[in-house]
Structure formats: C-alpha cells, structure tokens
C-alpha cells in the first residue's frame, strides 16, 4: 500500500570488467530523490527470480546521498551469509595465498509461509597482502558448510566461460553465532 518506485542502476567495476546490473526498488518517499545520474545507495540487498526464472539483484535503499565530490566511486558491502560450500585455497603462480568459498543469503520464506524464497548466491574470494598476511584467506577456509559469517568488501559481477556470477572480494571475515531458527538447506549451484 505505500508508494514505491522501481529503477535500473549499474555498478561500474574496473576497466574491462562488465558492470553489476541491479533493480533498486525505493520505499518510505524516498523516490523523488531518485533521479536519474550517479548517487551513493545505502540499503538492503536482495534477489527475485522473474516468471522465467532468471534472477536479479535488488537493492532496497533506506538512504539515498549524492555522489562523492571527489568523483571516486564507492563500492561497499557488509553481509551475513550462511557457507555454502566447503572453502577451496590456492596459491597465485607469485606465491600470494587465496582462498574462495560459495555462500549464500537467505530472502526468507514464501508468502504462504510453506517454503523459502530463492537465495542469493555469491562466491566469496579472500587474498592475502602484498605483505604476506594470510589471516584473511585463513578465516575463509576456517569456515566450514553451514556456518554463518559476517562478510565485509566490494562486490563485482565476474564471467567466466560465459557465465556471470556475483563475487564479495572480502576484505573482513567474521564468524557468526548459529542463528536460532533453522535454515533449510540449499543445494549449492555450481
């Protein structure tokens, strides 16, 4: 019953790189505020699944800000999400550790209450510092199939072999407390 707008908005990622498509669904009368051009989006991220099945990312800002000043675009996420899949580490041919696990973020159940809504799904990539720190890789593999964990980074839209998927590139990993209600498991999409 409250009034809302619905807007197509991009993430711009770094030279080469396809930008994040979104649909921002406004709420509470921030609408007018949205207007075409660059803005800062603080909100809730979210996912739907069309008729046909394909998904879309939505953000459901609660704050709306004008651009930075300095140009510099901003590209922040903080999320709890459940692992997933059990974490995979590497090494890169320079000898800089990383590790990468697939998780995902619950969107609750149906409107009947019966079942749950399709999840968000994202792979969640750790590096370690050009100085050698691996703490940050090392949280990501101590993570283990149904754990919960607070996810901080900058999200980005990668393809590879033709196929788009969401990555978090983390730059802080936090453990959770187990929640209190269950959560029904999700086969995990390659």
Sequence with gaps: GKPYAVASASVTQNEGQPDLALRVVVLDGLSEQLTSGEHTLV???????????????????????????????????NLTLRVGADPQAAYSPAGRMWARL?????????????GYKPSLWLNVK????????????????????????????????????????????????????PETE???EEECPV
């Design 43 to 77: 909100g809730r991220l979210g996912y739907e699944e069309d008729r046909e099945g394909k998904g879309v990312i939505v953000l459901y800002p609660h704050k709306i800000e004008a651009a930075p000043a300095d140009g510099r675009k901003r590209n922040f996420a």
């Design 102 to 114: 697939r998780a995902f973020l619950g969107m609750g159940k149906t409107a009947d209450g019966k």
């Design 126 to 177: 750790a590096f370690a510092s050009k100085e050698g720190d691996e703490s940050l890789p090392g949280a990501l593999i101590a993570l283990n199939k149904g754990d919960s964990a607070a996810f901080s980074g900058r999200l980005a839209w990668e393809v590879y072999n033709e196929r788009g998927s969401l990555t978090l590139f983390a730059s802080k990993v936090e453990t959770t407390q």
């Design 182 to 184: 269950p959560v029904e």
